[in-house]
């Protein structure tokens, strides 16, 4: 049964960082795609990043590029999302998800104000 858990999200002030972390099981996490996706209050849920397989090839949505950072660690089944230079658009519910199943986590909430 696949799992995802995403956590690392919080209460941030603009231009700070955060590192969100999405640890899986239940499948063969080297050997999936994975993506993080997110969802503000009242929007639909849209995709941020994604990573292949051995980490390197990365894509990016045009809101997030040059600040977001994909990354991954097979031996750890863990991907990760390093946030920098926060703005207030970017309060959203951040979930993970593995390219090629449905399934979601519960997301974590990641807060953008001063």
């Known amino acids: 049964q696949v799992r995802l858990v995403e956590s690392g999200g919080g209460l941030v002030q603009p231009g700070g960082s955060l590192r969100l972390s999405c640890a899986a099981s239940?499948?063969?996490?080297?050997?999936?795609?994975m993506k993080w996706y997110r969802q503000a209050p009242g929007k639909e849920r849209e995709w941020v990043a994604a990573?292949?397989?051995?980490?390197?090839?990365?894509n990016y949505a045009d809101s997030v590029k040059g600040r977001f950072t994909i990354s991954r660690d097979n031996a750890k089944n863990t991907v990760y999302l390093q946030m920098n230079s926060l703005k207030p658009d970017d309060t959203a519910v951040y979930y993970c998800?593995?390219?090629?199943?449905?399934?979601w986590g519960q997301g974590t909430q990641v807060t953008v104000s001063s």
């Open positions: 998800k593995a390219a090629r199943f449905g399934s």
């Open positions: 239940g499948f063969t996490f080297s050997s999936s795609r």
């Open positions: 990573i292949g397989t051995t980490g390197g090839d990365t």
